[in-house]
């Protein structure tokens, strides 16, 4: 079996994720009216379940999105979409879970009372590791140039939905460059995140990362790095707006997210950022990865 094969689990129907299993009618399909969140597993545990449910029922509820189930009816349909993509692959490792709820199909217009029913798709995969070579040497950003990132009074970065074109295009332009990854600036030219993770800094031994204000995605890593992490590291943490010209003032750069942590920089186009061992990026890591341990060893109820 290919490593490449996705699981997946439509309104309760398991089928291979290249089968296709909605109608061309629907709504996520059509509009991107869906939202979505992505959890990981350490030790086979779903790490921080509630957290990212919380999530996805603030942003069903910013789209006026329904959902017909619970976080408890939803479990059981990730642990029976585990274990059929275990019994595909063979694979025993850590796995990767999105969830992905529309509105729905109906009559093609844009009108929410055409849709007929929520629908929900389940994916599982093997989860995507940093290489040692990325640890090691970190990534290479690029700022965006052509597009800024959708202002909060438009359409809200902190609502984790099926509109991702903004990334998408952003995104195009760093590889285009060569980069990793992209940064993307709002439009009044501060600092908001990457494509699909936020960003942070370290200047004079404090961890710098932009508000929630400045149009980002509440990221569940950005909030333990803030309330719980940082501290566990000894590492004193500010939200502050960010912009260009004080990238050459900063040591240290770090993406954070649910599938990398915290991942290490090492530049964003011309301006190089200190990787290694010895750097406070590195004590975060370490501060997460034991925060992970500990919440493998404390929710056996959500081993999958």
């Known amino acids: 079996m290919s490593a490449a094969f996705i699981q997946a689990n439509t309104n309760g129907r398991l089928h291979a994720a290249t089968e296709p299993s909605i109608s061309p009618l629907n709504r996520g399909f ?58 595909q692959t063979r694979d025993d490792g850590e796995l990767y879970i999105r969830i992905q709820i529309t509105r729905g199909a109906g009559s093609i217009g844009l009108d929410i009372a055409l849709a007929d029913r929520t629908d929900f798709v389940l994916l599982v995969q093997s989860c995507p ?14 700022l965006a140039t052509g597009l800024r990132r959708n202002p909060i009074d438009a359409l809200n970065p902190a609502w984790k939905t099926g509109n991702y074109l903004n990334n998408v295009l952003c995104l195009r332009e760093a590889r285009a460059r060569g980069a990793d990854d992209v940064v993307m600036l709002n439009l009044a030219g501060e600092v908001t995140e990457s494509a699909v993770s936020n960003i942070a800094f370290v200047r004079a031994g404090t961890l710098f990362t932009p508000p929630l204000s400045a149009g980002i995605l509440g990221g569940i890593t950005r909030d333990l790095v803030l ?25 240290e750069c770090c993406l954070l997210s649910t599938t990398k942590d915290i991942a290490p920089v090492a530049s964003i186009d011309q301006t190089k950022f200190k990787v290694g061992a010895d750097t406070i990026t590195m004590r975060l890591k370490a501060a997460f990865a034991d925060y992970m341990r500990d919440y493998a060893a404390s929710h056996p109820e959500l081993r999958v």
Do not use: C, K
Not at 52 to 66: G, N, V
Not at 130 to 139: H, K, M, Q, Y
Not at 227 to 251: G, H, K, Q
């Open 227 to 251: 309330t719980r992490i940082a501290a566990a590291a000894d590492v004193p943490v500010r939200e502050s707006t960010l912009r260009p010209e004080e990238f050459a003032t900063m040591e």
């Open 30 to 87: 059509l509009y991107g009216d869906a939202i979505y969140e992505v959890w990981r597993t350490y030790q086979g545990i779903v790490f921080t379940w509630e957290e990212h449910w919380a999530r996805l029922f603030r942003s069903a509820r910013s789209l006026y999105l329904e959902l017909p189930f619970t976080a408890e009816q939803i479990l059981p349909e990730v642990r029976r979409t585990v274990a059929a993509y275990r019994e």
């Open 129 to 142: 590791n940093l290489s040692a070579e990325v640890i090691r040497n970190g990534l290479a950003l690029s």
